[in-house]
């Protein structure tokens, strides 16, 4: 479809390993997120992309989290040496606009991320 | 700071009861308002929305009211569905940077 698509759905990673996850926006549109999901809480902010530049990465919770987005389309977000605490639900999102405003942000269904 | 609270769930309703799902916030400056929802094994998707006071957002036969005083968005419907059962989360919007700030989320339950 033409939804914003996320990958792999389901992640289990020994404690220590490198992770990588990724999302393809809905074509064309300029602003990307990503949110961590924790089981029974709502989605916090990690970072938010306007095209290929990061404007804001005040929410990465740790320097083992980065994100990029080269081509202003598709981004990954990695996490390195992975942590028990990571495991959540990563969310990523698309808008057709920049900057701030109400405009409707599109959600993937997210990569669940277990961490033994 | 920025932040949102909302009811706690899980909230179990018969079929065509009333529903609310309380949510209040604390922001900084003029927030956009919005209420998404988690169908089991899908995404959020947007509900309803409102951009400044006293509007009224609806969809679906959901609705609620920005309201400045009392800084509530409550999320309200008339007579439930089965269908309905999902988690529901409200947010807000600043103006700057974009992200959405969400509550804990509330787990609705309709049962027939």
């Known amino acids: 479809g033409a939804g914003v698509s996320q990958s792999p759905r389901y992640k289990v990673a020994k404690r220590g390993q490198d992770v990588a996850l990724r999302c393809d926006p809905i074509?064309?549109?300029?602003?990307l997120f990503w949110y961590q999901q924790a089981l029974g809480q709502g989605p916090e902010f990690l970072t938010y992309f306007q095209n290929e530049a990061q404007l804001d990465k005040s929410g990465l919770p740790s320097d083992r989290f980065f994100a990029e987005r080269p081509e202003g389309s598709v981004s990954t977000l990695k996490i390195q040496r992975t942590q028990q605490e990571d495991s959540a639900v990563y969310l990523c999102?698309?808008?057709?606009?920049?900057?701030?405003?109400?405009?409707?942000?599109?959600f993937g269904e997210g990569s669940r991320l277990t961490v033994l | 700071g920025n932040s949102v609270t909302q009811m706690e769930g899980p909230v179990t309703l018969s079929e065509e009861a009333f529903l609310t799902i309380n949510c209040t916030y604390t922001a900084t400056g003029y927030p956009s308002l919005f209420w998404y929802v988690q169908y089991p094994g899908e995404g959020l998707q947007l509900l309803l929305k409102?951009?400044?006071?006293?509007d009224k957002g609806s969809n679906k036969g959901f609705e609620a009211t920005y309201r400045k005083e009392t800084t509530s968005f409550h999320l309200e419907k008339g007579s439930v569905q089965v269908s309905d059962s999902a988690v529901y989360f409200c947010?807000?919007?600043?103006?700057?940077?974009?992200?959405?700030?969400f509550g804990q989320g509330t787990e609705l339950s309709v049962k027939p």
């Open positions: 999102a698309s808008s057709a606009y920049g900057g701030g405003g109400a405009g409707e942000l599109f």
């Open positions: 947010a807000l919007r600043l103006n700057q940077g974009g992200k959405l700030i």
């Open positions: 409102a951009t400044k006071a006293d």
């Open positions: 074509s064309g549109h300029v602003s």
